[in-house]
């Protein structure tokens, strides 16, 4: 993760700046054009025109601002994953506290999947019905949940931790 560190502190600004913009001006664009093909303007209340009954507009060209984060997020995804799949087999000695991290974190999913019950209550047990979830997605969902509150707790720790350490300094 070094090199990825180094790349983006290196040239990342620069080209986080333009490709914000390059979005910005996409959505815009977009959300501007699709206003004035649909004969709106800026100012109109578009809430009252969803809550027509007759009405049939869909206004799709708010599409681009939910398609575009989701695409980035994609994209820094895949990039962090290839950084450090890069970083793991160019340097695997110095890899293995991250191996062991990783290893862990999949022993504590699958120790808090087993302890998770697959029979729910509430409002839980409608989600679970209406979507015809299978007892181990119900069990995955419970330890992805629980691992969760566990690595939040941990950050939460560390973070008070780490404060009250740099204070004796």
Request: some cysteine; proline content about 1%.
């Amino acid at each position: 993760m070094k090199s990825l560190f180094t790349f983006l502190n290196n040239k990342g600004q620069l080209g986080a700046l333009i490709l914000a913009v390059l979005c910005i001006i996409i959505v815009m664009g977009s959300i501007f054009a699709g206003l004035g093909s649909a004969n709106y303007e800026v100012g109109t209340d578009l809430v009252q025109i969803l809550k027509d009954k007759e009405s049939t507009q869909t206004f799709e060209f708010f599409n681009a601002a939910i398609i575009i984060p989701v695409i980035l997020i994609g994209l820094a995804a895949f990039a962090m994953l290839s950084f450090g799949v890069k970083d793991v087999v160019s340097d695997p000695k110095g890899s293995i506290k991250l191996l062991a991290g990783v290893g862990v974190l999949v022993i504590l999913f699958f120790i808090f999947q087993s302890m998770s019950d697959a029979h729910v209550t509430g409002k839980a047990a409608e989600l679970v019905a209406k979507d015809n979830l299978a007892d181990g997605t119900v069990k995955r969902i419970g330890g992805g949940i629980m691992t969760t509150v566990l690595l939040i707790g941990l950050a939460i720790a560390a973070a008070v931790v780490g404060g009250i350490a740099n204070l004796f300094k």
